[in-house]
């Protein structure tokens, strides 16, 4: 397996621990703010982002969708409001997380249509073949093994299925990057220390994104995997972008 920069991008330097149980920890810390500081630190546009991304699947009618790294769950309900499918399946490797997602679902009725486990990328706990459609938000750049997630979310992905990755990116629009860079490095941190106290978390945010294998690279990846069909779409000047790629 090959390895990449942000495999070793951690959340606490100073920890023994793994990356994977590092980011497990970290979420659970801000479960409790994780969405309210997403829709503050994006103005809201990372909804829009989302819908975005769903949008790419609805030629394909997916009826039974996986959803890695579905954290509290914002994709996998935005999916069943936009797609109708029969089952989404979400996983993730943070109980605090998915405890939050719960308590959505619940409060939305949709128990029987969306269901959550705690399960890692790297060893995705269903059969081959077993999905129609496949989606991770902001959620790639936390594997531990990029292409040990990537291989197996080809494995359980039904032939004619489609994967739709969205992930944040760097801007490279002059002027527009210089702000972000200020943002990222410092106005990011801080609010998050302030709303989450956790400082770290949203620091990690920022290395982690700086050292991810995005655009034609990441394309590369998703093909070396399997996939074929592989396409890209940036939003918002390059802040995020989607990547889509078919078995």
């Not at 490797?93 to 949709?110: C, E, F, H, Q, Y």
């Not at 359980?156 to 990222?184: A, D, H, I, R």
């Amino acid at each position: 397996m090959a390895k990449y920069a942000h495999d070793d991008i951690v959340p606490f330097e100073a920890s023994t621990l793994d990356k994977k149980e590092q980011v497990a920890d970290m979420f659970n810390s801000i479960a409790f703010r994780y969405d309210f500081l997403n829709r503050f630190l994006s103005a809201g546009i990372d909804i829009n982002w989302r819908k975005k991304a769903i949008k790419e699947l609805a030629a394909l009618q997916p009826k039974i969708i996986l959803d890695v790294a579905t954290g509290t769950a914002d994709v996998a309900l935005l999916t069943q409001k936009i797609l109708k499918p029969k089952k989404i399946i979400g996983i993730d490797i943070s109980p605090g997380m998915l405890d939050v997602g719960r308590t959505k679902i619940a409060a939305a009725n949709l128990q029987e249509t969306i269901e959550l486990t705690e399960a890692d990328s790297a060893t995705i706990p269903f059969a081959e073949n077993y999905f129609d459609a496949i989606t991770v938000a902001f959620g790639v750049r936390n594997f531990q093994h990029l292409e040990k997630g990537m291989a197996e979310m080809y494995r359980v992905l039904k032939p004619g299925g489609k994967l739709v990755v969205l992930e944040f990116s760097k801007p490279t629009t002059t002027g527009f990057k210089q702000f972000y860079n200020l943002y990222m490095d410092f106005i990011t941190p801080s609010i998050g220390k302030v709303f989450s106290n956790n400082k770290a978390a949203y620091a990690y945010l920022n290395k982690s994104v700086q050292a991810f294998p995005e655009g034609l690279t990441f394309l590369n990846i998703m093909n070396e995997a399997g996939f074929t069909q592989t396409y890209l779409k940036k939003l918002s000047f390059g802040i995020c972008t989607i990547y889509c790629g078919s078995k």
